[in-house]
């Protein structure tokens, strides 16, 4: 081969730039539509946003006050596609009787920031409706309490009790919030209180979720294979876009009126009903589940440097959630403090400390918060570690 020849590769034919040109157009062609279907998903999304309120779509219904057979939708949850259910973010509502409000992270506390301030020991409250603290004042939360009696005991450095407790929530609910959600406010110690929802029938979701059909009857997936069932590709594009799109969040709103409009079902069992009846296969949270999802949380709390603490809850007239508490936190090496002990302290007739059947009232919130701060004040007052 000649210099030149080497130099001078053969030139394109006229077929080559034929077969080239069409894809090129194909391209232009591809750009121009993608561009397009952008700015008409961005022109519904915007109008969404500009026309729309953001739909409240809670998840769950609830008793009218003093009417047990009428239900209505819950004004303070909100749903989630991991916990089921959560607090309504920045709400502003009176539930059951009382004011609540909600921080930017829908919690029953005052604004705070995901990132500890400095020098600062703070808590975690984590569990069900007594921890939020149904039927008493935000400031009569066994939480809020404990945070301002640390604060007279410890001088050395800033107490902050950040309370997460959820109505109806499992211990399962409360766990899988910590791994994704919690670990990230840097918490120092996580106290956790679960009892009674743990011990709901596995309808108890479907019923107050779907209403009191025979797919509520037959539900019977526990809190954990809900939280950890495999989800499929469209499943996992479909939750990203409720958390980000306006538009498909009134839409899917709008469709699932729809749909509860043409079935005209509404649960007819309420909580009290739907006591598993002891049979632990039919509970949300069975005993070997609790013990596993117990032992989680102690690994996790070694893994990210925080102490956990379980409170063995009390209630008017059920304990069956003792004994495992005690042999777990055993087990785990883990603090354990026994809330009934506020009720002896108390003493006088039981009853006079609930509010009802399984919620204390606010002089039984006062004494959980004088044991706890009995118990951990001298602790936390030891020199911090960062």
């Not at 009892?195 to 954990?224: K, M, P, Q």
């Amino acid at each position: 081969m000649s210099p030149s020849e080497k130099q001078n590769p053969m030139p394109a034919t006229k077929g080559d730039s034929a077969r080239e040109a069409p894809r090129i157009g194909f391209m232009k062609k591809f750009v121009f539509m993608v561009v397009l279907i952008v700015l008409f998903l961005g022109t519904i999304e915007g109008a969404a946003r500009l026309f729309f309120a953001d739909p409240h779509d809670s998840p769950l219904m609830i008793p009218v006050p003093g009417k047990k057979d009428e239900w209505k939708q819950s004004e303070l949850h909100a749903g989630d596609p991991y916990l089921f259910w959560r607090n309504r973010p920045n709400a502003e509502l009176v539930y059951k009787g009382v004011d609540v409000s909600t921080n930017a992270f829908g919690m029953r506390d005052d604004a705070t920031t995901q990132r500890k301030p400095r020098g600062t020991y703070r808590i975690v409250s984590l569990g069900e409706s007594t921890t939020f603290g149904s039927k008493v004042a935000q400031n009569e939360t066994y939480s809020a309490r404990l945070e301002s009696c640390l604060d007279e005991r410890v001088t050395e450095r800033d107490v902050e009790v950040l309370n997460i407790g959820t109505p109806g929530w499992s211990l399962v609910q409360s766990y899988v919030w910590l791994e994704r959600e919690g670990v990230d406010f840097d918490a120092d110690m996580v106290l956790v209180y679960h009892g009674y929802n743990d011990f709901l029938g596995t309808s108890f979701v479907a019923r107050r979720v779907e209403g009191s059909g025979e797919d509520a009857e037959s539900h019977a997936a526990t809190d954990l294979e809900l939280a950890t069932r495999p989800r499929g590709s469209m499943e996992r594009v479909g939750e990203w876009l409720n958390a980000n799109s306006r538009a498909f969040r009134v839409l899917g709103h709008r469709m699932r009126q729809m749909a509860q409009d043409a079935k005209s079902e509404e649960p007819t069992t309420n909580v009290d009903e739907a006591m598993a009846s002891g049979d632990d296969d039919g509970v949300r949270v069975p005993e070997e589940e609790r013990r596993e999802v117990l032992a989680r949380m102690a690994s996790l709390a070694k893994r990210r440097g925080f102490e956990l603490v379980i409170l063995v809850p009390c209630y008017r007239e059920f304990d069956e959630h003792r004994d495992v508490l005690f042999e777990v936190a055993n087990a785990e090496g883990l603090t354990i403090i026994d809330l009934e002990a506020a009720v002896e302290a108390l003493g006088g007739s039981r009853d006079d400390h609930f509010a009802d059947a399984s919620h204390p009232g606010e002089r039984l919130h006062a004494e959980f918060a004088a044991l706890l701060c009995e118990r951990l004040a001298g602790a936390i007052a030891e020199p911090a570690g960062d």
